[in-house]
């Protein structure tokens, strides 16, 4: 993984004392690898270590920083700039509604699944998106956006099957208008590779609707090569950017270095799972810091905010100031932060955490660990839940049974507790002055 292979680049530099140029020379040569193994663009590679190289060897070392920070700090820069630091990721929809937005891709891509993430991204925004399944050519295209909007509680069209795409697109904007919805995401057609029907088609859809936002959905495994037909659907249709899918799943991270020089369209959004809420807004910056292994702190508070709903947070801090912090109010917090995502998603997203995982051995399955938490307090009774001293050992048997796990489990996870009431009993005693004394500050 990219992460790790930098890391390994950067811990060899970290013994040297003072950086010469030719530590930086040996370190550019393997950026160099690590690079072209994650299957980035040559030429793109190319200019990337000659900016770095020529940075590192220019500057003064800052004082606050080691060489390998320094050098680092660099790549995590000129890593940014590659992926498009300082582009408007944002979409824009400041037109007459409704606001047409195209998604268009190779088949497979993921531009349906990205339809119903994005309208429920429109939807937190408070827009009222209607979903148009313009794929007539694969039977269950129509039903898969139709069985989305359901369960997303989204307006889709109802497609006939028959219909002609372009007038399908029309239809649907009429529907739209007359029905006060602000935002149409179009799903188009996709084919196993570019064909000149396909463009054709794409094209009047594309005259018709005049759409604010062309995005092409790339799927990111596909490396170099989803780069490449980036290029020839905007020669085209002049996309407006560029969705990258499956990041969740590719390790060599190549389109996503790839795609913003090469086409010089930037990535608005990535795709980083299955699931409908695994979209996010692409930060150049972010993600450099995020490939680093630095973290990406930012990111993590934008889904706890976009996840987690501000009148149940205000009943919980209720809740944690009348009964304390008891393993009911624990069970509270632990589903608020479920809601957010998986825990190694999010884990990757604190700094220094994932290595830290590793070197714990390994991933503990935190997910798995959390299901487990969560059965033995539901197996509690209300009152236990309120008063974990009463538990004693038959009860504690009961517990493990009812949650189908074993009394060691419930133990641990008592011990665990009680570990973290005296902690917090202790921060409120010390109140924020004793708080801040204690982080050294
Ligand atoms: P389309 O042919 O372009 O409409 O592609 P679909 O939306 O039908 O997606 C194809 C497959 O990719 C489905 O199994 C999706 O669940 C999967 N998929 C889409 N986006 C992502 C993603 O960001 N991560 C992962 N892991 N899978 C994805
Ligand atoms: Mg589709």
Redesign the pocket.
């Known amino acids: 993984n990219l992460t790790d292979k930098f890391d390994a680049v950067f811990k060899k530099l970290s013994g040297k004392g003072r950086l010469t140029e030719s530590h930086v020379d040996e370190a550019m040569r393997e950026v160099r690898l690590v690079l072209l193994e994650a299957d980035v663009n040559f030429k793109v590679v190319k200019d990337f270590v000659a900016a770095v190289r020529e940075r590192a060897v220019g500057t003064d070392v800052l004082k606050s920083l080691t060489p390998a920070q320094q050098v680092i700090k660099i790549v995590r820069d000129e890593l940014g700039r590659l992926m498009g630091e300082g582009d408007n990721a944002a979409l824009d929809l400041a037109a007459q509604p409704p606001v047409p937005i195209m ?1 268009c ?13 994005l309208a429920l991204q429109l939807r937190r925004d408070k827009r009222d998106p209607l979903l148009v399944p313009a ?1 007539i050519y ?1 039977p269950a ?1 129509i039903e ?1 956006l139709k069985t989305l909007g359901r369960q997303l509680g989204v307006a889709v069209f109802d497609t006939q099957p028959g219909d002609d795409p372009v007038s399908i697109c029309e239809q649907a904007r009429e529907f739209a208008r007359l029905n006060g919805h602000d935002t149409l995401i179009l ?1 188009t057609a ?1 084919r196993l590779h570019i064909d000149s029907e396909l463009m054709d088609e794409l094209g009047r859809i594309n005259d018709a609707l005049q759409p604010r936002e062309i995005l092409f ?1 790339a ?2 495994m596909t490396g170099q090569d989803a780069v490449n037909v980036v290029k020839s659907f905007d020669e085209k249709l002049d996309i407006t950017g560029v969705v990258l ?5 590719d390790a060599r991270g190549g389109a996503a270095l790839s795609v913003r020089a090469v086409t010089g369209k930037p990535i608005k959004f ?5 699931k409908m809420d ?2 996010e807004v692409f930060h150049p910056d972010r993600m450099a810091q995020r490939i680093l292994g630095m973290g990406d702190v930012l990111s993590l508070i934008e889904k706890a905010e976009a996840a987690i709903d501000k009148d149940d947070a205000a009943r919980m801090e209720k809740k944690m100031r009348k009964e304390g912090f008891t393993l009911e109010t624990f069970r509270d917090q632990l589903q608020m932060v479920k809601k957010m995502g998986s825990m190694e998603s999010l884990m990757k997203m604190i700094p220094g955490a994932g290595k830290a995982m590793k070197k714990a051995g390994g991933m503990q399955l935190p997910d798995k660990e959390l299901k487990r938490i969560e059965a033995i307090i539901g197996s509690m009774t209300p009152a236990e839940r309120n008063n974990h001293k009463m538990i004693n050992g038959s009860r504690r048997l009961r517990i493990a049974k009812g949650s189908g796990t074993r009394i060691q489990d419930v133990n641990q996870l008592l011990k665990r507790f009680t570990e973290a009431q005296k902690m917090m009993k202790k921060m409120q005693k010390m109140g924020p002055k004793g708080l801040k004394g204690l982080m050294g500050g």
């Open positions: 998604l891709g190779l088949q497979g891509a993921g531009k349906t699944t990205t339809c119903g993430k794929d694969r295209a898969q799903d996709g959905v799927d990111a899918t499956k990041l969740d799943g990535v795709g980083m799972g299955e695994a979209l």
